[in-house]
C-alpha cells in the first residue's frame, strides 16, 4: 500500500540551530513530493514541492528540501531555525498526477531559545 | 484573493445532531479536497471532486457522512446524525488543477459532538 512516513513525531531544535525532518515514501516510480507547514489554529501552507529535474527545491521561508530516489527519501532541511518556525509539518506524495495527495503524520517542531 | 473559506469555524454540537460544514473554494480552482484531522489518525482524504463531480470518496467513514458539490464556488459537507467520535478538525482545500496537486488550505471546521 501506498505509504508516507514520518519517522519523528516531536523534534526540538534551539533557535539559531539547523533543522531536517525527515520523510520517506513507498511507491515504485518516483512521485510528486511535498512538503507542508500548520501553525496552531491554522490550516496548512505549502511549504515546497518536487516534481522533477533539479533534486534540491528551494521553498518558501528559507526552508529547502532534497529528493534521493536511492533512499526514497525526500527531507526537509533549514540551516537556521527562527522561533516562528515552531509549528506541524507534513510530508505529503502524489503517486501520479490526477490523484490525491497522502501525508505522514506529521512532526511537531518546537523551537528553544 | 481571500483564499479557502470555510464556515463555521467552530460548531459544537450534540450526539444525533445534523451537522452542516461548509466551504468556498479559491476562484479558478476545479478541485476541491475535504480532510479530518484528529491527533489519533492525523490527517486523512475524505473524498475529492474535480469540476464539481465526486471523483474518489472511499475515505467518508460511513453512510452518515455525505458530501455535495452543487457549484464550483461551493460545498458542503454533512454528518447525520453526529457522533462524539466525529470530534475533529474539518479542513477544505482546493487546486488549480487536479494534476498538479497543489493544494491550498482553509483555516478549518473545529467540530466537538457532545
Known amino acids: 500500500a501506498q505509504s508516507v512516513t514520518q519517522p519523528d513525531i516531536h523534534i526540538t531544535v534551539s533557535e539559531g540551530a539547523s533543522l531536517e525532518l525527515r520523510c520517506n515514501y513507498s511507491?515504485?516510480?518516483?512521485?510528486?513530493l511535498f512538503w507542508y507547514v500548520q501553525s496552531p489554529g491554522q490550516g496548512l501552507q505549502l511549504l515546497l514541492k518536487?516534481?522533477?529535474?533539479?533534486?534540491l527545491v528551494q521553498g518558501i521561508k528559507g526552508f529547502e528540501a532534497e529528493f534521493k530516489r536511492s533512499q526514497s527519501s525526500f527531507n526537509l532541511r533549514k540551516p537556521s531555525v527562527h522561533w516562528s518556525d515552531a509549528a506541524e509539518y507534513f510530508c505529503?506524495?502524489?503517486?501520479?498526477?490526477?490523484?490525491?495527495?497522502?501525508f505522514g503524520k506529521g512532526t511537531t517542531l518546537s523551537v528553544s531559545s | 484573493d481571500a483564499g479557502v473559506i470555510q464556515s463555521p469555524r467552530h460548531e459544537v454540537t450534540e450526539m444525533g445532531q445534523e451537522v452542516t460544514l461548509r466551504c468556498k473554494p479559491i476562484s479558478g480552482h476545479n478541485s476541491l479536497f475535504w480532510y479530518r484531522q484528529t491527533m489519533m489518525r492525523g490527517l486523512e482524504l475524505l473524498i475529492y471532486?474535480?469540476?464539481?463531480?465526486?471523483?474518489?470518496d472511499s475515505g467518508m467513514p460511513e453512510d452518515r457522512f455525505s458530501a455535495k458539490m452543487p457549484n464550483a464556488s461551493f460545498s458542503t459537507l454533512k454528518i447525520q446524525p453526529s457522533e462524539p467520535r466525529d470530534s475533529a478538525v474539518y479542513f477544505c482545500?482546493?487546486?488549480?488543477?487536479?494534476?498538479?496537486?497543489?493544494?491550498?488550505f482553509g483555516p478549518g471546521t473545529r467540530l466537538t459532538v457532545l
Open positions: 471532486f474535480n469540476n464539481n463531480v465526486p471523483i474518489d
Open positions: 518536487y516534481f522533477s529535474g533539479d533534486t
Open positions: 482545500a482546493s487546486s488549480f488543477r487536479l494534476a498538479y496537486n497543489e493544494q491550498f
Open positions: 511507491y515504485g516510480a518516483t512521485p510528486y
Open positions: 505529503a506524495v502524489v503517486e501520479q498526477a490526477g490523484t490525491a495527495l497522502i
